[in-house]
């Protein structure tokens, strides 16, 4: 009865180790998978940012072009 026990400890052990493993595994996969996202994302603000000088040069085209008439 004891080897019994003992058996069925040892194979709940190895069961739940390597479900724990797998889940682990899933969700380390998962994290670096959002993470080389999160770095290619572009937000509203990065845009904004980017247009920023972008809106300052078509301004002074304009303006240079509007005062030379």
Known sequence: MEKIN????GT?????????KR???NHDA???RITALEKTV???????RALDPIERNVDMILTNLLNKK
């Open 6 to 9: 003992e058996i069925l400890i």
């Open 12 to 20: 709940l052990t190895l069961v739940g180790g390597f479900l724990t």
């Open 23 to 25: 889940i682990f595994s």
């Open 30 to 32: 998962l994290s670096d």
């Open 42 to 48: 572009v937000t509203k603000k990065d845009l904004a």
